[in-house]
């Protein structure tokens, strides 16, 4: 299986490169498993490059219904949005209302069941002589192919039950399609950079096909495959990237863009607002996996977050200031803000960026003393608050979010002390002489 799987990405790559014949060579011996919808899909591609229409409309319509059957959303899509790439967008929106039909919140298909499981490869794939044919025979063999495909049964039931999608499934059939018709196809090549950490951004993506691989400072933290989600944050807020994201190996993306989602919300106002819900349930559950909350329960987490406060700071605004005994923490949502300080001769220092997950207020709540520096906002931040009573009541059911809070004061409040020492240093007291 995963002979016949890197086979097939080193195809796409190909394509992506712009060498079609050896991504269409490949094809045609994968199409031979009539289960391979990525090597059709692949096939189709190839066919649009080169300019060879004629079967494509019923191919895309073809891939459309099969992907729908297993429950794979993304790829239908790019599917349907194939047909787009050689005519109008509009061409495509038939094929995208059938999608929109099957995934709505009201849909009788849709059921608390898996994606169905991609088929098992042939293993031993008809030999077919393509190695030496000449370009235009290829794309004969292409037409044929994708023609015999159109034809060709589906072994899954069109009304199988379908699984619940996030965001997707909780709009209507309207506002689905329209959603749909708002996104656009990405492809990215092998270890290409989509989102770098700390940059502006506009756009949200699902991953349709491939692996990204995510990381902070260089260090590799998660890895994202088919049906993930990232970057939605930058469709609500105008918050910096929390992490770089590049291609792992060759990945189709669907993208949503704000300018395109504000264009579709003008016609469905509850586009927006089923968006925001999306949003700040990711956003919630993110936090979910903060330090503060390691040993707690699931439902306890959800317990302690439900007796915060949700707060929203703008830029450039102080959640804490030098000086004083804080009276509250901060748990960041979203959005980022700077820790800042001054060192022994006075000058202004930059100790520290503080992201979602991250605490604020935790030195001067735990150790009960004033505040060594301020934290001030870089961007629009939304941040859960915790005042001191109410602090008191958390950790005496929960002694455990104590713990890791006094652990992080102690580790933050010697590396403030640390940095604010090294910055007294003077150009000349580093020459050796």
């Keep these: 299986m995963t002979e016949n799987i890197g086979t097939l990405d080193r195809a796409f790559g190909a394509l992506a490169r712009g060498d079609w014949e050896a991504a269409l060579r490949t094809a045609l011996v994968l199409c031979d498993n009539e289960d391979d919808l990525g090597a059709h899909l692949l096939l189709g591609r190839v066919l649009v490059s080169e300019e060879r229409y004629a079967f494509v409309p019923s191919l895309c319509a073809k891939l459309v219904d099969s992907y729908v059957r297993r429950g794979d959303l993304p790829m239908a899509v790019v599917s349907a949005k194939l047909i787009a790439e050689f005519t109008d967008d509009d061409a495509c929106e038939p094929l995208l209302m059938q999608i929109a039909e099957a995934f709505h919140k009201d849909s009788p298909r849709i059921s608390d069941v898996p994606q169905a499981p991609p088929p098992l490869p042939n293993r031993s794939p008809k030999a077919m002589d393509v190695q030496q044919v000449s370009s235009e025979a290829l794309l004969d063999r292409a037409d044929a192919a994708a023609e015999r495909f159109t034809e060709l049964a589906d072994s899954f039931d069109p009304e199988r039950a379908l699984p619940e999608l996030p965001l997707f499934s909780a709009l209507n059939?309207?506002?689905?399609?329209?959603?749909?018709?708002?996104?656009?196809?990405?492809?990215?090549?092998?270890?290409?950079?989509?989102?770098?950490?700390?940059?502006?951004?506009?756009?949200?993506?699902?991953?349709?096909?491939?692996?990204?691989?995510?990381?902070?400072?260089?260090?590799?933290?998660?890895?994202?495959?088919?049906?993930?989600?990232?970057?939605?944050?930058?469709?609500?807020?105008?918050?910096?990237?929390?992490?770089?994201?590049?291609?792992?190996?060759?990945?189709?993306?669907?993208?949503?863009?704000?300018?395109?989602?504000?264009?579709?919300?003008?016609?469905?106002?509850?586009?927006?607002?089923?968006?925001?819900?999306?949003?700040?349930?990711?956003?919630?559950?993110?936090?979910?996996?903060?330090?503060?909350?390691?040993?707690?329960?699931?439902?306890?987490?959800?317990?302690?977050?439900?007796?915060?406060?949700?707060?929203?700071?703008?830029?450039?605004?102080?959640?804490?200031?030098?000086?004083?005994?804080?009276?509250?923490?901060?748990?960041?949502?979203?959005?980022?803000?700077?820790?800042?300080?001054?060192?022994?001769?006075?000058?202004?220092?930059?100790?520290?960026?503080?992201?979602?997950?991250?605490?604020?207020?935790?030195?001067?709540?735990?150790?009960?003393?004033?505040?060594?520096?301020?934290?001030?906002?870089k961007s629009e931040v939304v941040a859960y608050e915790l005042d001191r009573d109410t602090f008191h009541e958390v950790i005496r059911r929960y002694p455990s979010v104590l713990v890791e809070l006094y652990e992080m004061a102690t580790r933050r409040d010697d590396e403030t002390r640390a940095i604010t020492r090294g910055q007294t240093l003077d150009v000349s007291d580093l020459v050796i002489i």
């Design 173 to 377: 059939k309207d506002d689905l399609a329209l959603f749909l018709m708002s996104l656009q196809v990405v492809d990215l090549h092998n270890d290409e950079r989509l989102i770098t950490h700390g940059d502006e951004g506009g756009e949200a993506y699902v991953v349709a096909r491939g692996l990204l691989r995510v990381s902070r400072d260089g260090d590799p933290f998660a890895a994202l495959g088919p049906g993930a989600v990232l970057g939605e944050m930058a469709l609500v807020t105008n918050t910096p990237r929390a992490a770089t994201v590049d291609a792992h190996e060759p990945t189709i993306l669907l993208m949503m863009s704000r300018q395109h989602l504000e264009d579709a919300a003008a016609e469905s106002p509850e586009l927006v607002t089923q968006l925001g819900t999306f949003c700040h349930e990711r956003m919630v559950a993110n936090l979910l996996g903060s330090r503060i909350f390691n040993g707690l329960l699931v439902e306890d987490r959800h317990a302690v977050l439900q007796r915060m406060s949700e707060r929203a700071f703008p830029d450039d605004r102080e959640m804490l200031a030098s000086g004083h005994e804080a009276d509250r923490l901060f748990l960041i949502g979203s959005g980022v803000a700077d820790v800042m300080g001054v060192d022994q001769d006075g000058d202004g220092l930059r100790l520290a960026t503080l992201g979602p997950g991250d605490v604020v207020g935790e030195i001067s709540m735990v150790l009960r003393r004033s505040t060594s520096a301020s934290v001030v906002t």
